[in-house]
């Protein structure tokens, strides 16, 4: 696979460094190279060309937005059944600031309302803003992405609530039901399903909002000039769903949720709806790895129920 990234990038030198690293997903390896040190991520399983390219989107996405560090993604690259994804090398061994971790993440989930805000500013000036970046309208994604290893359905919608039911909570439990015929859950569903849109009747209206998608503690660290976060499962949802993988394993301080809610204020009934969003993950969990994760899929559903 090396000597296809070579002839793809056009390199000629492309040299290990350090350890491999990696979890049950893909692998990775540090590479020095003539484009600088790079980090390329490894896979031969199936449909890893779909989590690549999406996550190859997801980094586009959120490095342009230049509000929180996240490698730059450089190639995504196939051979066969064997793929690969290529970004920046970045050293992560910078101190930890928890309170610009909370900082650079509300600016993130505020950048496209800043574009849309910028948008309507323009339109009131002869000839607007030509090259200005146009603002995302719809929730959902360009391409489909990954949690994990399992697509998600990206397809873009006007309402949020439609979109999060269809296309993260019924996806998933479909899923199981087709796999389990799990008896729990095909009670639970319904109840919850007609419940959901109670927990946004005072939440006002809801703009698109780029997230990680995936922001547990191990998708987050620091470099020497402050937060890094990356293996992102990106696309324009509620800014709230990004707290609902954050609380599912801990890991970050009450300062990085301080500092984000100062830029991003708590809303009237968020509770529920971050333990909502936390259900998504917690099902994804039980599609992934199995009945571990079916207990706190079914406390949560009780819970909100």
Not at 66 to 87: E, F
Not at 266 to 283: A, D, M, N, S
Request: with cysteine.
């Amino acid at each position: 696979m090396e000597e296809v990234i070579r002839k793809e990038l056009k390199l000629k030198t492309l040299e290990p460094f350090g350890g491999s690293a990696g979890g049950c997903i893909s692998k990775g390896s540090g590479y020095h190279s003539d484009l600088g040190d790079l980090f390329i991520k490894f896979s031969e399983r199936e449909n890893a060309k779909r989590m690549f390219d999406g996550e190859f989107a997801s980094l586009e996405a959120i490095y342009h937005t230049q509000t929180i560090r996240v490698p730059k993604p450089i190639k995504s690259i196939s051979d066969r059944n064997r793929h690969c994804l290529v970004t920046e090398y970045i050293d992560l061994h910078g101190s930890s600031k928890p309170s610009q971790l909370g900082r650079d993440l509300a600016r993130m989930h505020m950048h496209n309302a800043y574009l849309l805000k910028e948008k309507e500013r323009a339109s009131s000036f002869v000839g607007g803003q030509e090259k200005a970046t146009e603002p995302i309208i719809q929730f959902g994604f360009h391409v489909p992405t990954c949690c994990g290893y399992l697509p998600q359905m990206n397809e873009w919608c006007d309402d949020w609530v439609k979109f999060f039911v269809r296309n993260r909570l019924k996806y998933q439990i479909d899923m199981l039901l087709e796999e389990r015929n799990d008896r729990d859950l095909l009670s639970l569903w319904p109840q919850l399903e007609r419940k959901i849109p109670t927990f946004f009747k005072d939440n006002g209206s809801i703009i698109p909002a780029l997230v990680h998608g995936d922001l547990w503690s191990g998708n987050y660290s620091y470099c020497a000039d402050g937060p890094v976060i990356f293996d992102p499962a990106s696309f324009y949802a509620h800014s709230e769903y990004e707290l609902g993988i954050m609380k599912m394993f801990g890991g970050f301080s009450s300062s990085v949720y301080s500092a984000y809610h100062e830029i991003i204020p708590e809303t009237k009934g968020i509770q529920k709806r971050v333990q909502l969003y936390e259900l998504f993950h917690h099902l994804n969990h039980w599609n992934h790895f199995g009945n571990g994760y079916k207990s706190g899929t079914i406390a949560i559903m009780h819970s909100l129920s």
